[in-house]
């Protein structure tokens, strides 16, 4: 549960956390002329998390060459390690590279349709679904990797 925590929870939550604790120290008056730059949407829109799933990818290459070197060869699974691996990691190089290229309107209009709003924020869906790609993948390279040393380090005794 430890390692969730670190590597998956912590790096997504310390942005809006981080965003909590600024707008608490500052002042009404600089808010007031900042409005809607404190809200969550602000952090995400422009496929930010695709920065966090970019870091996991990273994560779970090194985890997958850690493999390799344990092992002395390649898994015989690794195809449906590394095929998600590189489409989770080509995905999060484009949806984080498109925030700085392309810049999402907040919606201020609360009575929109559910078609319009994930149309309208379609590269934030589309970072969540690359994010959630690259935490299962790295997930599934840490935890196999877990259990191949655990397996070695049991034969070896």
Same mark, same amino acid.
């Given at each position: 549960?430890?390692?969730? $925590?670190?590597? #998956? /929870?912590?790096? %997504?939550?310390l ?6 604790l600024?707008? @608490?120290?500052?002042?009404k ?11 969550l949407?602000?952090l ?5 998390l ?11 290459f090194?985890? $997958?060459?850690e #493999? /390799?070197?344990i %092992?002395?060869?390649?898994p015989s699974?690794w195809?449906g390690i590394? @095929? ?8 999060a ?9 392309y ?7 609360p ?10 924020y379609?590269?934030?869906v589309?970072?969540?679904?690359i994010?959630?790609s ?5 997930s599934i ?10 397996t ?6």
């Amino acid at each position: 549960m430890g390692w969730l $925590f670190v590597n #998956i /929870i912590v790096p %997504l939550a310390l942005p809006p956390i981080g965003v909590l604790l600024i707008m @608490i120290v500052t002042p009404k008056a600089v808010r007031a002329r900042s409005e809607g730059n404190f809200g969550l949407m602000v952090l995400v829109k422009d496929g930010q998390l695709g920065w966090s799933a970019a870091g996991m990818c990273a994560a779970a290459f090194y985890e $997958f060459a850690e #493999i /390799i070197s344990i %092992l002395g060869r390649v898994p015989s699974h690794w195809p449906g390690i590394l @095929i998600p691996l590189v489409f989770s990691t080509v995905g999060a190089m484009f949806v984080a590279a498109s925030g700085a290229v392309y810049s999402t309107e907040i919606l201020k209009y609360p009575n929109f349709s559910t078609k319009k709003w994930l149309s309208h924020y379609h590269v934030f869906v589309f970072s969540v679904i690359i994010t959630l790609s690259s935490a299962i993948t790295l997930s599934i390279v840490h935890f196999t990797m877990h259990s191949i040393a655990t397996t070695q380090s049991a034969g070896a005794k």
